[in-house]
C-alpha cells in the first residue's frame, strides 16, 4: 500500500522490547514513543492549538465519530479539513468511530454492513460503515487514520462474538483499504495519485483477551500491509495482568518496522510499562478528564488538590515539573489551585496544561532512557518517585510484567 509515512527505528533497549524512533508525517516528524492528548472534537478542552503546541505535542487526536455528527462532513469539506477548522499545523490522527460501540453501544446497532448509531444530539440515525468512515477521514484530512473495526469489551464472556467481532474487523479492513486506495480528487497532476499517498491508514489488531485470536488477527493484519498498527479493544476494564499479556503478545508478532500503538492508554504506569513492552504510541482522555476532578499527575503520584490539606500548601503543583504551571518564578501553588479547583475554571485550565505536559515529558524522558539504554534504570527510578521509595506498594501487575521482559523493580 502506498504510504505518506516513514519510520525510523533510532535505538533499542537491550533488556527490555522498548524503542526509539522518529515518525515521519505529512505535518512533521514525531519522536516516539509518544503519548497522543485527545482533542475529541477537534479542541482539547481547557487548551487553546497554541498552549498544546507550546506543551511540546506534534500529534493530537480527533474523533470521527463526533466530527461527523458536528460541524458534518460539509463543513469540514468547505474549510479544507480539520487542521484548518482547529487551527493546528502539526499532526492529527483520527479514531474511526468504532469505540463508540463500546462506549455508546446503548446507541448502536452492528451489522456486517457497518454500525447504525442514534445521535446523542438529536436522536436521528447514523450510518457508520467501513467507507464512509474513511470517506470521513479524508475529508477531516489527518495524518493517521485508523480502520473502522468491530469493537466490544474485553470483559465480554460472549466467545462467540468476540471471534466474530474479530474476523469481521479483518473484512472491515479490506473495505477500509479499498476505499483509501480511490484517487485524490485534487491530484489532477497526478491521476495515480490516491488517498494513501497523503494519509496513513493502520489496521486495529482485535480478539480481545485470547491470545489465539490475538494471533491470528496479527497474521492477518500484517498481510495488509498498512503503514502502523493499532492493538486495539483494551482499556476496557481488563485486568492489568491480562492487558499486558496482550500487549506483550501482539508485539511478539508485529514488524519491527512500523509504529505500534495501543488505543486508549494513559495512566502513567501504563505508559512506561507497555514501551517495555514494544509499544510506541499512545492516547487517552484520562489526563485531561482528571483536571477537571482537580487532580494533577506528578512526579510523586496523582494530587487530589481539592483535599483540604492542600488549603496552606504554597509549593509548586509538582518541583520536577517545567511546565508553564509549575515553572519557577510563575507563583502558582498547591493552595492556588485548591483555592480554584471547585469554584472557577481557571483551576481546571491550569491543571489541564500542567497534566498533558506531564504526560508528554514523560514519554520524552522515556525516550531519552531508551536511547541513553537506561530503561530499566529508568523504570526503578520513576516507580520509586511515584510510591516514595515504598517497594511494597509497586503495582503487582507492573512488577510481575517487568520481570517478564527482563526488568526486577523490586531489585536493590
Known amino acids: 500500500m502506498p504510504s505518506a509515512l516513514a519510520f525510523e527505528l533510532v535505538a533499542k533497549c537491550s533488556t527490555t522490547k522498548a524503542r526509539a524512533s522518529v515518525l515521519r508525517l505529512p505535518h512533521g516528524p514525531i519522536e ?22 507550546a506543551a511540546g505535542c506534534r500529534l493530537c487526536l480527533n474523533n470521527t465519530y463526533h466530527l461527523g455528527l458536528k460541524p458534518g462532513q460539509a463543513v469540514l469539506e468547505a474549510v479544507g479539513g480539520a487542521h484548518k477548522l482547529q487551527g493546528w499545523r502539526h499532526n492529527i490522527l483520527t479514531d474511526s468511530g468504532g469505540f463508540q460501540m463500546v462506549s455508546l453501544l446503548e446507541l448502536a446497532t452492528v451489522t456486517e454492513n457497518g454500525v447504525e448509531f442514534l445521535s446523542p444530539h438529536d436522536g436521528t440515525p447514523m450510518l457508520l460503515t467501513p467507507e464512509h468512515s474513511i470517506d470521513l477521514q479524508h475529508s477531516i484530512g489527518s495524518d493517521i487514520i485508523m480502520q473502522l473495526d468491530d469493537v466490544i469489551a474485553t470483559t465480554s464472556p460472549d466467545e462467540a462474538r468476540m471471534r466474530d467481532a474479530m474476523y469481521r474487523s479483518i473484512r472491515w479492513l479490506d473495505r477500509c483499504i479499498a476505499e483509501h486506495l480511490k484517487p485524490h480528487p485534487s491530484s489532477s497532476s497526478s491521476p495515480t495519485e490516491t488517498y494513501a499517498h497523503r494519509q496513513n491508514l493502520f489496521c486495529i489488531i482485535q480478539g480481545g483477551l485470547d491470545l489465539s485470536l490475538r494471533t491470528e488477527c496479527c497474521e492477518e493484519m500484517v498481510k495488509r500491509d498498512t503503514p502502523g498498527i493499532a492493538i486495539g479493544g483494551l482499556s476496557g476494564g481488563e485486568e492489568k495482568e491480562k492487558y499486558c499479556a496482550v500487549v506483550n503478545h501482539c508485539t511478539n508478532l508485529l514488524p519491527e518496522g512500523k509504529p505500534r500503538y495501543v488505543m486508549g492508554v494513559g495512566y502513567p504506569e501504563d505508559l512506561i510499562v507497555s514501551v517495555a513492552l514494544g509499544a510506541d504510541m499512545f492516547d487517552c482522555v484520562w489526563g485531561t478528564r482528571t483536571a477537571r476532578f482537580g487532580n494533577a499527575i506528578t512526579s510523586r503520584g496523582v494530587l487530589k488538590l481539592r483535599n483540604a490539606q492542600y488549603a496552606n500548601d504554597f509549593s509548586p503543583v509538582d518541583p520536577d515539573c517545567k511546565c508553564p504551571v509549575c515553572a519557577p518564578g510563575m507563583g502558582i501553588t498547591k493552595a492556588f489551585i485548591h483555592h480554584l479547583a471547585a469554584k472557577e475554571t481557571a483551576g481546571a485550565h491550569m491543571l489541564t496544561l500542567h497534566n498533558v505536559s506531564y504526560l508528554l515529558n514523560l514519554m520524552n524522558e522515556a525516550r531519552k532512557a531508551v536511547v541513553r539504554d537506561e530503561y530499566p534504570k529508568f523504570l526503578r527510578e520513576t516507580f520509586g518517585k511515584w510510591y516514595q521509595g515504598d517497594k511494597a506498594k509497586f503495582p503487582k501487575w507492573a512488577v510481575d510484567a517487568l520481570r517478564g521482559v527482563g526488568v526486577d523493580l523490586l531489585a536493590e
Open 32 to 53: 516516539t514513543p509518544i503519548f497522543m492528548p485527545v482533542a475529541t472534537q477537534a479542541a482539547l478542552k481547557g487548551l487553546t492549538p497554541e498552549q498544546l503546541e
